[in-house]
C-alpha cells in the first residue's frame, strides 16, 4: 500500500532511480534541445504539475514571473546584435527583431527549467540523494546523513547555549554562542566516531537501509524514459529538430519525424500532472468511501 | 589499494570527461558550452568522493568532516535574515587549511550539496560544489602560508569571495543562451559587485573572528585523538 502525505506530490511515489533519470532527461531537453514546440510543451507540462502540486497559487509569485520573462525579453537585444531585421539603433548598435524574440524563447527556457528545479527538489529529497549515492559511494552516503542529523541538533543546541546565556543574565554574543557550539560537537564527535566503529562502520560489505523497492512499475518506467531520450536524441542528432534564430528565423520544422519526436516529448512532460491526476482521484474516491476525513493543505 | 584508487581516477579524467564532452559536441552542437561545463563540474568531484571512500579509519574523519559542513550550513541558516552574508566559506577555508586537501574539498562541496536542499536545487549544484570545493582545496594546499600569517587568511578569504562570485557569473552567462558572450559576462560581474564585495568582505569578518578559536578547537581535537 502507497502511504502519501498531505504535501507530497504522488509523482515523487516513483523509486529515486528513474525519478532522477527522468527530470535529467527534461531539464537538458528543455535547455538544449534550442526548438520553440519542445520548449512550449514543457512549459506547459511544468506549469500544469505545479498547478496540481501546490494548489494554491498567488498572483503575486505570477506577476513576479512575468516581469522576470520580460526583463530577460528586453534585455537580451542590448547584448546580442545578430540578425537581419533590424528595429531602430541604439547608440549606434542596431537593436534586432531575431534577438528580441531569442531573448523571448530564453525567457521561457529559464523559467521552465526554474519550475522543473522546484518540482525537482520536492520530489528529490534527501533520502532519496542518499539512496541513489549510497549505490555507489556508500561512505559519502553515511558522510551525508551525518551532516544531516547534525543539522537539527545544532540549531537546537544554538538555541540552548543563547537561552542558558540569557539565564545567566550574560549580555547575549551569538559569535561567542558559536564558538561555544563548535567546541561542544568537536568533542562529541569522537564518541560519535567510536560509537560508529564499534557497531561495524568500517565493515565491508556493510549495507544501507533504504525504504525503496524497485518495483516492475519503476522498471517500466525506467525503460519508457530511455526509450523516449532516444528516439529525441536521434531525432536532434538527424536534424529534424533544427532551428535557427540568427541570423534570421528559421521555420519551426513539422516533418513527420519532428512531429513524432514532439508527440514523444509531450508523453514525457505530461508524466508528473497525469499521475497527479490519476493518483488523486483514486485516492479521493477510496477515501470517501472509507470516511477518512480530508483536510486541505495549508501553507 | 592505491592502486586502484588511481586506476580510478585516470578512468575518470581521460576517459570519462572526454566522452561526455565528445557526446556534447556531437548531440547539442549549438549549445555544447553548457553541457560540457556541466559535465567538467560533475566529473571533478567524482576523484574525491572515490577517494574519500577508500580511507582508512573512517569513522573519524567522515564525522569530523560531518561536523564541520554541518557547522557551515547552520551558519548560513543563521544569517539568513542578512543576505549573502555567510560563514560558508570562512568555516571551508578554515577546514581546508586544518584537516587536507581533500577534507576541504569534500567539506565545500558538501556544503554546496545539502545547503541547496534547503533553498533549492538545479543544474547549478554542481557548479557550487565544484567552486566551494575547490576554495577548500586550495586552502588546503597552501596551509602552510595560512597558518603562518594572518594577513594571508584575509587576503585568501577576501579572494575566494571574488572568485566563487566570478565564477557562478560565468554559469549564469552560459545559462542564458548556451554561449559564452563577453559582454554579458563582463555586465554580470558589474552588476555583482556589490554582491561581490558583501561576500568578500563577510569571509574577512568571519575569519577574523571565527580562525582563531576553530583552528585551535581542530588542533586539539587533532592531537588529542591522534589524526
Not at chain 1, 519542445?38 to 498547478?51: C, D, E, L, Q, T
Not at chain 1, 529534424?240 to 508523453?267: Q, V
Not at chain 2, 573519524?60 to 555567510?86: D, N, Y
Not at chain 2, 596551509?143 to 562570485?165: H, Q, T
Request: aromatic letters at 14%.
Amino acid at each position: 500500500m502507497i502511504i502519501i502525505m498531505q504535501n507530497e506530490c504522488a509523482f515523487s511515489k516513483i523509486h529515486p532511480l528513474p525519478l532522477f533519470m527522468w527530470f535529467v532527461s527534461v531539464i537538458s531537453f528543455t535547455v538544449l534541445a534550442m526548438n520553440p514546440i519542445i520548449v512550449i510543451i514543457s512549459f506547459i507540462g511544468a506549469v500544469a504539475h505545479r498547478i496540481l502540486v501546490s494548489k494554491k497559487i498567488s498572483v503575486k509569485s505570477i506577476i513576479g514571473n512575468a516581469v522576470f520573462m520580460m526583463m530577460i525579453t528586453i534585455i537580451n537585444p542590448l547584448f546580442s546584435h545578430h540578425g537581419v531585421t533590424e528595429l531602430f539603433f541604439l547608440g549606434g548598435l542596431p537593436v534586432t527583431l531575431e534577438a528580441l524574440i531569442f531573448g523571448f524563447f530564453m525567457s521561457i527556457v529559464i523559467q521552465t527549467s526554474i519550475l522543473w528545479c522546484l518540482s525537482m527538489s520536492e520530489c528529490m529529497t534527501s533520502d532519496k540523494i542518499i539512496h541513489l549515492i549510497g549505490k555507489i559511494f556508500p561512505k559519502i552516503a553515511v558522510l551525508i546523513s551525518l551532516i544531516l542529523r547534525f543539522i537539527p541538533l545544532m540549531k537546537d543546541k544554538y538555541k540552548r547555549i543563547i537561552d542558558s546565556q540569557t539565564a545567566l543574565g550574560e549580555p547575549i554574543s551569538y559569535l561567542s554562542a558559536f564558538s561555544v557550539l563548535v567546541s561542544i560537537f568537536l568533542e562529541d564527535s569522537i564518541d560519535t566516531a567510536d560509537s560508529m566503529k564499534s557497531r561495524g562502520a568500517e565493515l565491508k560489505n556493510r549495507t544501507n537501509y533504504s525504504n525503496f523497492k524497485f518495483s516492475p512499475k519503476d522498471f517500466c518506467f525506467l525503460i519508457f524514459d530511455v526509450i523516449i531520450c532516444a528516439v529525441i536524441i536521434i531525432s536532434i542528432k538527424k536534424g529534424c529538430l533544427n532551428f535557427s534564430f540568427y541570423p534570421s528565423i528559421s521555420e519551426i520544422p513539422t516533418e513527420n519525424s519532428a512531429c513524432f519526436s514532439y508527440i514523444m516529448f509531450a508523453i514525457l512532460a505530461f508524466v508528473p500532472a497525469a499521475v497527479e491526476v490519476i493518483f488523486w482521484t483514486r485516492f479521493v474516491s477510496i477515501s470517501s468511501v472509507l470516511n477518512i476525513p480530508m483536510k486541505k493543505q495549508k501553507h | 589499494m592505491l592502486k586502484k584508487n588511481i586506476i580510478y581516477e585516470i578512468l575518470i579524467i581521460f576517459v570519462f570527461i572526454p566522452t561526455l564532452i565528445f557526446a556534447g559536441i556531437c548531440v547539442f552542437s549549438d549549445r555544447k558550452y553548457l553541457l560540457i561545463s556541466f559535465a567538467v563540474a560533475v566529473s571533478s568531484v567524482i576523484p574525491f568522493l572515490i577517494s574519500f571512500e577508500k580511507k582508512a579509519n573512517f569513522s573519524k574523519k567522515a564525522v569530523l568532516l560531518a561536523v564541520m559542513t554541518a557547522l557551515s550550513i547552520v551558519g548560513r541558516a543563521l544569517f539568513a535574515p542578512l543576505p549573502f552574508f555567510k560563514p560558508v566559506t570562512a568555516i571551508v577555508v578554515l577546514c581546508g587549511m586544518e584537516l587536507g586537501c581533500e577534507s576541504g574539498f569534500l567539506c565545500g562541496a558538501m556544503s554546496a550539496l545539502i545547503s541547496n536542499f534547503m533553498f533549492m536545487q538545479g543544474p547549478w549544484t554542481p557548479f557550487q560544489m565544484f567552486i566551494w570545493g575547490s576554495i577548500g582545496f586550495v586552502a588546503g594546499l597552501m596551509s602552510g602560508i595560512l597558518k603562518k600569517s594572518r594577513i594571508f587568511l584575509l587576503i585568501y578569504g577576501a579572494l575566494s569571495g571574488l572568485v566563487y562570485s566570478a565564477f557562478m557569473d560565468i554559469w549564469t552567462t552560459m545559462w542564458w543562451d548556451g554561449r559564452f558572450n563577453i559582454l554579458r559576462y563582463i555586465s554580470a560581474l558589474v552588476s555583482a559587485i556589490p554582491i561581490t564585495a558583501i561576500y568578500a568582505v563577510s569571509n574577512i569578518i568571519f575569519l577574523l573572528v571565527l580562525s582563531k578559536p576553530i583552528t585551535r578547537k581542530l588542533e586539539r581535537i587533532c592531537k588529542k585523538y591522534n589524526l
